[in-house]
């Protein structure tokens, strides 16, 4: 099992930045790969960014490129989510997911294995 702690969220202007972070716990020499997720008010969960953890291969989603990327410190299983020029429209609950094995890209929801509980990003205008 691994277990999953999201912090760095909060409380942020437009055009500003944060950086969320989540750390993986109990058994981290399975990690496949880590991912971040968000899910707004009403709408359905959609995937952020990604970091492999066999490669140095990182990636954001389409829409997020240029402004969110994600990186890793793989001796101390922590995943990052860097956020710059936000937007109102990121206020989320940002999410980290973990992939334990290769069955589905983690860039979709069934790839996921493990979930934290989520960390609050609110922008105002």
């Known amino acids: 099992q691994v277990l999953l702690a999201e912090s760095g969220g909060g409380l942020v202007q437009a055009g500003g930045s944060l950086r969320l972070s989540c750390t993986a716990s109990?058994?981290?020499?399975?990690?496949?790969?880590m991912a971040w997720y968000r899910q707004a008010p009403g709408r359905n969960r959609e995937f952020v960014a990604l970091?492999?953890?066999?490669?140095?291969?990182?990636y954001s989603a389409d829409s997020m490129k240029g402004r969110f990327a994600a990186s890793r410190n793989a001796p101390s299983n922590t995943l990052f989510l860097q956020m710059n020029d936000l937007k109102v429209e990121d206020t989320a609950v940002y999410y980290c997911?973990?992939?334990?094995?290769?069955?589905?890209?983690?860039?979709?929801?069934?790839?996921?294995?493990?979930w934290g509980r989520g960390t609050q990003v609110t922008v105002s205008a």
């Open positions: 109990g058994q981290t020499s399975s990690l496949y790969a």
């Open positions: 970091a492999s953890w066999r490669d140095p291969t990182t």
């Open positions: 997911g973990a992939a334990t094995t290769p069955s589905a890209p983690v860039y979709v929801e069934k790839g996921v294995n493990y």
